[in-house]
């Protein structure tokens, strides 16, 4: 087995995709992963999922990966634009399975430094991973508001409002907590008739039936 089989492996890139080659220099304490399509292999559509051929290839992207032992790794690769049969319109850029759409980081790197902020602050896992915070705070925002999303207030009965300040005498929060779990379930910035009525829609989105709070 090479080098390349076994980081192709365990990569675990999906089907159509290959290790091409990899770069390597200790000195620079990096490794570079590039990947690559797999000649006329096809992939979902971006769009509606239909296996659609590749129509061509993007700029060459990099994404941040679990480390390699002590080594920084980056994969390399150019994601294909597909022709769907089915949906008309320009070629689509596919969506790999190792990254979000728009994130540099791939979805392992992502899993890890969630992991890591569970347990620390934002800044202080920056420093950990050798990034800067500003490029994790996206990371930690994209999963929260996911989190929140699948979040169901169809049950909430009894709710409890605090408001605070953010910082000593800057802008208001509101805090609203389902009562009988004990579990926050929205915070709006203000603390007016504004700030109410933002939690209603909050509630509503989520399922929650103001009228029987
Ligand atoms: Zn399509």
Known sequence: MTETDLLQMALNLGMGWKVDHVEFNPDDK??????????????????????????????????????????????????????????????????????????????????????????????????LVDEHDTTLWPILHHYVEEAREREDYSDVKHVGLDETSRKKGHKYVSIFMDLDKRKVISVTEGKDQHTLKDFKHDLMVHGGHPDTI
């Open 30 to 127: 990096e490794l570079h992963i590039f990947i690559s399509t797999v000649k006329g292999s096809k992939f979902e559509c971006a769009t509606c999922g239909n296996p659609s051929t590749v129509y061509d290839h993007g700029r060459e992207r990099k994404w941040r990966h679990l480390n390699f032992f002590q080594y920084e790794a980056y994969l390399h690769a150019k994601l294909p634009r597909t022709d769907c049969s089915k949906c008309n319109g320009s070629p689509k850029t596919i969506k790999p399975n190792w990254a979000r759409e728009r994130s540099g980081f791939s979805v392992y790197f992502e899993a890890f430094v969630i992991l890591l902020m569970k347990a620390m602050p934002v800044k202080k896992v920056a420093n």
